[in-house]
DNA sequence: ACGCGGATACTTGCATACAAGAGCGCCAGT
DNA sequence: ACTGGCGCTCTTGTATGCAAGTATCCGCGT
């Protein structure tokens, strides 16, 4: 069922970045795959994942797509008992909180730095404030957590460790699996934008402590949101 | 020259953890010797990692090496150009800054959590400071940063958020590239000896803003010994 | 003498074959 | 009928072979 190739797994993906071109590791795609998959639940927590079907289906051999799952195991996100199975971490509100505790630290810890900047430019930020509330008001909850991860993640590159944001991802795909299951409450999308407002309000006024309190309770909304969601998806959550 | 064995790749190491037997994964092995010798700088930042050299030394096949040295990219420690060659990154000062930031906001964010807890049990830490001070005493720099490492964690361990220690690990082994440069200096272990002192006796008081100023002075203390250390071994820096 | 081109060795990426263990079902014996 | 044991199947872990690309070095031509 395999596309018809003169080469052993045949032609492989070429992307042009600036002048060079660099081959597409097929490693890395995968796992841009399955992180993404299980991030929006295309991949539910507790499922149970065969390396050989995983290869069949995505038209990759064992290797790449062993590297790619030994990723997720590193950000605690699949789990693989040896001789037994490979399967999608539950949700474990433990998990949750740690997850919380490092994203309210850094976004703290650069938001502070941010605001030390003298020259503070926020128009970036107010274009995606603006996004959100078109987002909202068309009701396009996808664009709006684009948005929202743009928003914060420009936060991060004005403080100046954008690194951190990187270290981050895969800890905080514990969270984003939470809020993709508070996705449709339009409710919730209007409490997020007012906060995400009082932040950037705070940054431009350099403001460090109302930012900071504004930071706070904006990474624990998420946790508060989830106890419901374990009534609703009992099956989703371990413990 | 391999060790002579009946199978394939001969008997696998077994322990014995609790009642059940769990064999420990090549993968896992190579990656702790591996992040090891990266730490210690027995495989200096620069040099250059061949997969069949390595196997061969380490008495294992390329694949669970592969593995290893994917969690080690992750972590940016190795950098690796395809059909070009594998390498342990060169120290570089933007890198160290961005470990800083992650540190400095976990520990600070640890501590203030650790100060609200009413029931602040400082004796590990204590025990911990006084075997620093032994060893400052007999000259014994590994026994040292073994206990500074120790002390550093159970920070974590009290604030309840040690998943943050861990996520840091990789990001943190940035520093410890650049801490074991600066080891062999008495001057230094006795001032950090005097930091930590106060660190805990910020937290025995419950005093977070002494507490996070002691922290933040600490975790920038690395980076001004790094010129210094960039003159003295300049080709183990990058830029 | 100097520059250029091709062969070669060495690198990593990927695919596949094999090994070993864990779980489960079926069958036989009691 | 019930239980114990054997074996089959499916799982992951590991080893190895092949493909493709890059850099280097040597020889040849100018």
Not at 55 to 72: C, K, Y
Not at 115 to 139: F, K, M, S, Y
Not at 141 to 156: K, T, V, W
């Amino acid at each position: 069922m395999k596309p018809d190739r003169h080469l052993p797994n045949g032609t492989r993906a070429l992307a042009s970045v600036g002048r060079v071109r660099v081959r597409e590791r097929t490693s890395d795609r995968v796992y841009a795959e399955l992180a993404s998959a299980i991030r929006d639940l295309r991949l539910p927590p507790g499922a149970s994942l065969s390396e050989t079907d995983l290869a069949e289906q995505l038209h990759v051999s064992r290797t790449p797509l062993r590297e790619a799952i030994a990723r997720l195991v590193e950000g605690g996100l699949v789990s693989v008992v040896p001789q037994v199975g490979t399967r999608v971490e539950l949700i474990r509100l433990s998990d949750v909180e740690q997850a919380r505790f490092v994203r309210e630290s850094f976004e703290s810890a650069a938001f502070e730095v941010a605001c030390e900047n003298p020259v503070r430019d926020v128009t970036v930020l107010r274009t995606l404030l603006a996004e959100q509330e078109r987002c909202w008001g068309i009701h396009d909850p996808d664009g709006f957590f684009a948005a929202d991860e743009a928003l914060h993640e420009q936060i991060f590159t004005m403080s100046g460790y954008r690194g951190a944001w990187q270290v981050m991802q895969p800890m905080k795909m514990h969270l984003d699996r939470i809020r993709r299951l508070s996705l449709p409450e339009p409710e919730t999308l209007r409490l997020l934008i007012d906060e995400h407002t009082a932040i950037v309000d705070a940054l431009q006024a350099g403001n460090v402590t109302a930012g900071r309190a504004h930071i706070s309770r904006h990474a624990r909304r998420v946790l508060q949101t989830a106890p419901a969601l374990r009534a609703q998806h009992p099956g989703f959550f371990a413990d």
